[in-house]
């Protein structure tokens, strides 16, 4: 028996759940650095000129000993074993901001 072309992923479900939670955080933490910086530059506030939110697919880690595991059953008759793996859900935030005395 050969094997090729394993995939895995989010639900979609979850996907969009978990991204949604890390998309909130990434636009907070923009909004509070350039709070940051303009109050740093002397100024009262910022208005934001331009902004992009990007989502990155999420990367399946799958470790070593499990690696070894599935080679291992293909070397036999038996079922690849299926189990649950981490992802990451990656959020960018980036833009421009005008820096105002309000």
Do not use: H, W
Request: proline content about 2%.
């Amino acid at each position: 028996m050969v094997v090729s072309n394993v995939a895995y992923g989010l639900a979609r479900e979850t996907r969009e759940r978990v991204e949604g939670d890390v998309a909130a955080q990434a636009i907070g933490r923009f909004k509070a650095r350039a709070d940051t910086y303009a109050k740093q530059f002397g100024f009262g506030g910022y208005a934001i000129r331009e902004v992009n939110v990007g989502q990155a697919d999420a990367a399946f880690q799958q470790g070593m000993p499990r690696v070894r595991a599935m080679s291992a059953s293909l070397a036999s008759d038996e079922a690849v074993p299926v189990e649950a793996g981490k992802a990451n859900v990656t959020v960018t935030v980036n833009g421009s901001v005008q820096m105002s005395t309000r």
